[in-house]
């Protein structure tokens, strides 16, 4: 439903060109959940902005690749065209609601909008569609809500608003980010859980998280990106049980046990490097405890280990 091909994403700051997202490559089938996961900083909301084409102008730029939906290519699409794909077939969950919904507008007016540019019905029709679905994201009072600013719920309520309105023209593909930050655990659950729900009207999913938790919940599939680049991509069962790229072991390394060692929890050295001063090589290269020379200075390609599993690592081709 989804492919991506060779995107690379740039922006153009006082300091130089910062290559927020670097030759990255992948696909979205349908009735599929995909996890993207990393580190802050490492290209995932920029990846899922591009998809869009929301990367903002005249900095931002898609510099090289295609982006295909149902074979058409969205970067050839002119603004019209992309405004009856957004929100309809492909909508997004944002991460900061705050700065998404309107200050000037109530809720019920912002949601009934997007209902009526995509469907020929009444006003009536549209916001009886609306409060149904404030409901069902569990805001208590949804007749009320309705007629609430923004700024007049909590974060939390926010981002559950924002998850309804992309949720209720059941869209084809969903780009959901870092969706349920902002909840406490027991609405978590049941935001997973609704989302879930959409799998039977066949639409798939692209969830971004820093959470492994969440991704061995709720994904089929899960791709492994650090530092504008995916270094690994796999089934759940795959980047769980064998993964190859040191970066992915070393996040599932971080992951909290329950057992009876008490000692330190395991934490990744260093920081991801800026995206002005990229290692000429793997840009995993000053955190890798395995990395050796070539690591430095040459660039690793994705390499298929069969089963769809890949993985951009010298030491996995050395094994090969």
């Not at 927020?20 to 490559?25: M, T």
């Not at 909008?113 to 916001?127: D, G």
């Not at 569609?129 to 404030?134: H, L, R």
Request: charged share 25%; hydrophobic share 40%.
């Amino acid at each position: 439903m989804l492919k991506i091909n060779n995107i690379t994403v740039t922006f153009e700051i006082d300091e130089g060109i910062v290559r927020a997202v670097d030759d990255v490559s992948f696909h979205v089938d349908r009735n599929e959940i995909v996890g993207l996961v990393g580190e802050s900083g490492c290209g995932k909301s920029v990846t899922a902005l591009s998809i869009l084409r929301l990367i903002p102008l005249p900095y931002g730029k898609i510099e090289t690749g295609e982006i295909l939906f149902y074979g058409k290519n969205l970067l050839e699409l002119d603004h019209n065209e992309m405004r009856k794909i957004r929100g309809r077939a492909i909508s997004m969950i944002f991460q900061e609601p705050g700065s998404a919904l309107s200050p000037l507008h109530t809720i019920g007016r912002q949601m009934v909008e997007t209902i009526l540019l995509h469907k020929n019905i009444t006003v009536k029709e549209a916001w009886n569609i609306a409060e149904t679905w404030v409901e069902k994201v569990k805001i208590s009072d949804p007749k009320e809500m309705m007629f609430a600013y923004p700024y007049q719920l909590s974060g939390g309520m926010q981002q559950r608003v924002m998850i309804a309105m992309a949720l209720m023209l059941e869209p084809d593909l969903i780009i959901a980010d870092e969706p349920t930050t902002a909840l406490d655990v027991t609405t978590q659950a049941q935001i997973f859980d609704l989302i879930k729900e959409t799998r039977r009207s066949h639409t798939s999913i692209l969830l971004i998280t820093h959470d492994m938790g969440v991704i061995w919940e709720m994904c089929d599939r899960v791709l492994v990106m650090y530092a504008s680049k995916i270094v690994e991509e796999g089934s759940r069962n795959d980047i769980f049980s064998r993964p190859k790229h040191p970066y992915t072991i070393a996040l599932l390394e971080a992951i909290p046990k329950l057992s009876a060692d008490k000692g330190r929890l395991k934490a990744i050295p260093g920081q991801v490097p800026s995206a002005l001063d990229y290692p000429s090589g793997c840009h995993f290269f000053d955190r890798c405890p395995d990395a050796f020379d070539r690591c430095r200075d040459e660039k690793p390609k994705l390499v298929d280990l069969g089963n769809k599993h890949r993985t951009a690592c010298f030491l996995v081709k050395n094994e090969l």
